[in-house]
């Protein structure tokens, strides 16, 4: 993974960074995964789908849903 880079106004005070993308998009999944489980039914459909054993591939479902 990159280095992250900051971003410092003319008084060397930091006001923003750069972050590699694939860092970036872990802490987005994170920060969704964290407000999905403030619901209590929403953590239960998250854990049944973790848990479920059957299912249909990938271009099967896309082929249903028409994409």
């Given amino acids: ?6 971003i410092a106004d003319e008084n060397n005070n930091i006001t923003g960074v750069i972050v590699p993308i694939e860092l970036w998009r ?9 407000y999905l ?14 848990n479920r054993k059957k299912g249909i591939p990938f271009d099967e479902a896309c082929q249903k849903l028409g994409v």
């Fill in 1 to 6: 993974m990159g280095q992250i880079q900051y």
């Fill in 26 to 34: 872990e802490i987005q999944s994170e920060k969704e995964t964290a």
């Fill in 37 to 50: 489980l403030k619901s209590k039914t929403m953590e239960k459909r998250l854990l049944d789908a973790k």
